[in-house]
């Protein structure tokens, strides 16, 4: 399991802990987040890939939540053999609007949400946690306990700025199409960062690939909607690997 932008691994405990009864989960932090936070952010995107693999058993299901996406995919384009299949969880191959990939945030939101936050990182954190829920009908609670599974660990401000570069240019949906692995997607369908419509785009674009949606959860559905996440994920695994 990989993590999102601005979090570590302990954000997904709660979905871990859920799953760990019937498979092998291991958590990873990306580069500059949680017990990470002295590794750099690698320079290209084949060298993150290095990085998780030598923290990741020899193969296994990569299950990403949203960077941790991207993340995941660029495991899978580099070293195939060693991915079973992938989830995306709150996650898309390619984050910002294009024009023959619509149901995406626009550019010059995310670029504005770079700018605020290179102005004010540690307000700009604090708003991102709770955009997580926004929308969502336990907000309040899924924030708290969002915060009670970061507590004080925050990642280095480098990794955030370049995080948010992957984020905005990064275009992983070829590398998904092409990867050939089973792939499945959970969606919120409250997300104020993924758009649910995203789903209709991959199952024309990625082969074979399985959607859930989760009604009214939002950036975090592991949080608020674990349960249903937890079965998500289990019926996927119970997919075929060819």
Not at 34 to 47: A, E, I, M, Y
Not at 73 to 90: C, E, G, M
Request: glycine share 8%; aromatic share 6%; proline share 8%.
């Amino acid at each position: 399991m990989l993590h999102g932008w601005g979090m570590h691994a302990g954000a997904l405990e709660p979905l871990a802990a859920m799953l760990s009864g019937k498979y092998r989960v291991t958590c990873i932090d990306l580069p500059g987040h949680g017990g990470s936070v002295r590794q750099p952010w690698p320079d290209d995107p084949k060298s993150l890939a290095s990085l998780l693999l030598a923290a990741a058993p020899m193969r296994a299901t990569w299950l990403g939540w949203s960077l941790g996406g991207l993340a995941a995919i660029q495991v899978a384009r580099d070293a195939p053999s060693r991915v079973a299949r992938l989830i995306l969880l709150a996650a898309t191959p390619c984050f910002t609007r294009r024009p023959d990939w619509p149901c995406a945030m626009s550019r010059s939101e995310l670029e504005r949400f770079a700018t605020q936050f290179a102005a004010a990182p540690d307000r700009m954190l604090q708003r991102f946690g709770a955009l997580q829920f926004r929308g969502v009908p336990d907000a309040v609670q899924g924030t708290r306990r969002l915060r009670e599974l970061l507590g004080d660990c925050e990642p280095s401000t480098a990794a955030l700025v370049t995080g948010l570069r992957v984020l905005l240019d990064m275009d992983l949906r070829e590398a998904l199409a092409s990867c050939g692995l089973p792939a499945g997607v959970i969606l919120g369908g409250s997300d104020p960062l993924i758009p649910v419509d995203v789903a209709d785009a991959l199952i024309e674009f990625v082969p074979r690939v399985q959607v859930a949606c989760i009604e009214d959860a939002g950036h975090a559905p592991f949080i608020t909607h674990k349960n249903e996440v937890a079965a998500a994920v289990a019926a996927m695994m119970a997919g075929p690997l060819v």
